[in-house]
């Protein structure tokens, strides 16, 4: 396996990321600091502004060691119980579970996604959901794979598949409707690029929208969010404030911005401005031409990541890398989208950029194995398969 060093692909796709989680430690800071705020570094773990400066040099010592393991190592060439991708698959299974036990699960903006895990002074906030989406992801590259051709068996094969992935967004989808069919929408994706029959995707397609609807129906809250999209000016001091604030946020910007840290919509008029909102904030402080510069650094990764699946010879690494460029490009997509006012408001946060230990170390691992696909030669993934 060549080094990063010696691979200007994976070079690439580092230097991309590096350059986004920086971007991300600036600007969780600029959108985190009050005017009323008083620094106790005794209490450093409290400040999510703080916090990412902590998590960006560890997301990139993650990123860094996922991309020396061979990434054939989470196949299941030797079978399905001898591969760590089915134990993980397993573990996100059993946290989604106790996160939803009132005893366990943490309640945030009324939804329980979140486990406190208690480490000496600090406590650590653990987002199952964010593993569970990766765990399916390279169980999905994994199983389609070893099964190759027989993807095509529906009974055999596509309904036992579609079951597991079923369960796991089963279990999301009570507390974090978005996240679910997120979830569903990629397995149906990397179904689709694994070979599966067009018509074999449409038959679950009813009972995800009987899901999405009784799950709509029985919140009233998600419901005035799509009332709210649908008529932003009769919500826009209500459900529809943070969309409205957003939209202020970016057109307060134009061309050139007000300047790194003269933003004032983070001030208290726009809620989540340290994850969710944060594109609005770069939008604000470096205008049209900064928002930009973050959209065409998504696109070029998923370039990169395009190389990167056309150069692999072995189609798990195929499967893999499509799987993790279009989890990153898809999430990064809409969020700027809920940022735009394109989409309903939705707790998604930006790849990256947005505060939040468990999305940017997970992701950064998986941008890790990204790397570690790119760097190998062709002529390794060939003897790998063999």
Not at 104 to 127: D, H, K, M, V
Not at 133 to 153: N, P, Q, T
């Amino acid at each position: 396996m060549n080094s990063i060093k010696d691979n200007s692909l994976a070079r690439n796709i580092a230097m991309v990321v590096i350059i986004l989680m920086a971007v991300g430690v600036v600007f969780v800071f600029s959108a985190g600091v009050s005017v009323e705020q008083e620094f106790d570094l005794s209490r450093f773990y409290e400040f999510p502004h703080l916090r990412q400066m902590m998590f960006f040099p560890l997301a990139g010592l993650i990123m860094y060691i996922a991309s020396c393991f061979n990434y054939r190592k989470f196949s299941m060439d030797s079978g399905l119980f001898k591969s760590p991708t089915t134990y993980i698959l397993a573990l996100s299974a059993i946290l989604l579970a106790i996160v939803l036990v009132p005893r366990f699960g943490t309640e945030i903006n009324y939804a329980r996604r979140w486990l406190r895990i208690p480490i000496g002074a600090i406590t650590i906030s653990f987002q199952p959901s964010e593993l569970a989406k990766w765990s399916v992801i390279f169980f999905l590259a994994a199983i389609c794979d070893r099964i190759g051709s027989d993807i095509k068996l529906y009974w055999k094969r596509f309904v036992p598949i579609c079951g597991v992935v079923a369960v796991v967004a089963g279990l999301i989808i009570t507390e974090d409707l978005g996240t679910a069919a997120f979830i569903l929408f990629l397995s149906f994706l990397m179904l689709i690029i694994a070979g599966v029959k067009f018509w074999h995707v449409l038959t679950p397609l009813p009972f995800c929208f009987a899901a999405a609807a009784a799950v709509l129906i029985h919140s009233p809250n998600r419901m005035r969010r799509i009332a709210a999209f649908l008529n932003p000016e009769k919500w826009a001091d209500s459900t529809g404030y943070q969309a409205n604030q957003s939209l202020i946020a970016i057109g307060s910007g134009g061309l050139f911005g007000k300047g790194l840290g003269r933003g004032i919509c983070k001030y208290g008029h726009l809620p989540e401005d340290t994850t969710d909102f944060i594109f609005s904030i770069i939008a604000e402080e470096l205008g049209f031409f900064g928002a930009a510069a973050i959209i065409v650094l998504f696109i070029i990764f998923a370039l990169l990541g395009i190389m990167v699946i056309v150069r692999c010879k072995s189609r798990f690494g195929q499967f893999l890398a499509a799987g993790i460029v279009l989890s990153i490009v898809g999430q990064a997509a809409l969020n700027i989208g809920v940022a735009t006012a394109m989409l309903p408001t939705k707790g998604v946060p930006l790849p990256f950029v947005s505060a939040g230990g468990t999305s940017l170390l997970l992701t950064a691992a998986a941008v890790g194995v990204l790397i570690n696909i790119a760097s190998q030669s062709p002529k390794t993934q060939i003897e790998d398969e063999q």
